[in-house]
């Protein structure tokens, strides 16, 4: 059974800091893995979607890696400002099985502090 | 372009009542999900739609829980009766192809049940 760590739960930094966000993952065999952002009391946007045949996705200060074979995940943001405070998922799509169902982690709450 | 929209997105019940959630997904968007999301925890999967079939519904408690997507586009999620431990975040997401599509999500209706 699939599951999904994320470390750390709660992360507060000081504006412009670079941090990290971890993911791992237990089961190798996925399709994609995605990173999304929740603001409080909202839904889940999608920031970056990996497929399983790729190493890194970009978008503007937020850089996504994936190493398949050790089950992790890494979530990069340059220059952080308070505007990125928010929970940040990450999420895997297994093949097989429940194809289509995410596996979700519990997220890291992000506070950047001005 | 409209997003997945919700409705309501607030909702108190006392225990053992009914409840119904509904979500329109994006326009052209074959596939549909329910998630649950409880407290500090990432989204679980419900039930998955391929328009108006339900393709994957295994984690959908069906003592209590009804799902419906009529004409493969609205969908209605009930719960009937609930209970205290329903309390949750109820999100509905939808994707325009199956698998691996990036998923779009509505903002959630927040159930509490008293």
């Known amino acids: 059974k699939q599951e999904v760590t994320q470390i750390p739960a709660a992360l507060s930094v000081p504006e412009g800091e670079n941090l990290v966000l971890n993911c791992s993952f237990t089961?190798?065999?996925?399709?994609?893995l995605q990173w999304f952002r929740q603001d409080p009391g909202k839904g889940l946007t999608s920031l970056l979607l990996i497929q399983s045949s790729q190493r890194e996705q970009t978008s503007g200060r937020l850089n996504a890696s994936l190493d398949k074979s050790s089950g992790r995940s890494t979530l990069y943001i340059a220059a952080s400002q308070p505007g990125d405070s928010a929970t940040y998922l990450c999420?895997?799509?297994?093949?097989?099985?429940?194809?289509?169902?995410?596996?979700f982690g519990k997220g890291t709450k992000l506070s950047v502090k001005p | 372009e409209a997003g997945v929209v919700q409705s309501p997105r607030y909702k108190i019940i006392e225990k053992k009542q009914p409840v119904a959630f509904w979500c329109n997904p994006i326009?052209?968007?074959?596939?549909l999900y329910w998630y649950l999301q409880n407290l500090g925890q990432g989204p679980e999967l419900l039930i998955r739609?391929?328009?108006?079939?339900?393709?994957?519904d295994s984690q959908l408690p069906k003592d209590r829980f009804s799902a419906e997507r009529l004409k493969g586009v609205d969908s209605t999620l009930k719960i009937q009766p609930a209970e205290l431990g329903d309390s949750a975040v109820y999100l509905c997401a939808s994707s325009l192809e199956y698998p691996a599509d990036t998923i779009y999500f509505g903002e959630g209706s927040w159930l509490t049940v008293v």
């Open positions: 089961d190798s065999a996925i399709y994609n």
């Open positions: 999420a895997v799509e297994n093949y097989g099985g429940s194809q289509g169902n995410l596996i």
């Open positions: 739609y391929e328009n108006e079939e339900a393709v994957d």
């Open positions: 326009s052209g968007h074959n596939t």
